[in-house]
Nanobody, 118 residues
Framework: QVQLVESGGGLVQPGGSLTLSCAAF????????MSWYQQAPGKGRELVAR????????NYADSVKGRFTISRDNAKNTVFLQMNSLKPDDTAVYYC???????????WGQGTQVTVSS
């Protein structure tokens, strides 16, 4: 059974940093493209960043380019989102997403809250 477990969310002041982690269980991790999505109150879920199975390719939403970095450790079945220069607009629940490259099977984590406030 596939399970994605996020951690690392919390309350941070504007300009601060947080690192989110997502551990994957029950998968051959390198077979999956991994992504982070954010869902702010009253809004839909939006893609923040994506990384390929090997980690060689990454994509970012325009709103986070230059501030967020997605990375993965395939030996530890974990994907990370390093978030710097955080803004109040980054406040959202952040979800980890896994998509199997060949079959498009999709899985979601339970989400972790990030609040940026002074």
């Amino acid at each position: 059974q596939v399970q994605l477990v996020e951690s690392g969310g919390g309350l941070v002041q504007p300009g601060g940093s947080l690192t989110l982690s997502c551990a994957a269980f029950g998968v051959t991790f390198s077979w999956y493209a991994m992504s982070w999505y954010q869902q702010a109150p009253g809004k839909g879920r939006e893609l923040v960043a994506r990384i390929s199975g090997s980690g060689s390719q990454t994509n970012y939403a325009d709103s986070v380019k230059g501030r967020f970095t997605i990375s993965r450790d395939n030996a530890k079945n974990t994907v990370f989102l390093q978030m710097n220069s955080l803004k109040p607009d980054d406040t959202a629940v952040y979800y980890c997403n896994a998509v199997r490259i060949l079959t498009r099977d999709t899985y979601w984590g339970q989400g972790t809250q990030v609040t940026v406030s002074s």
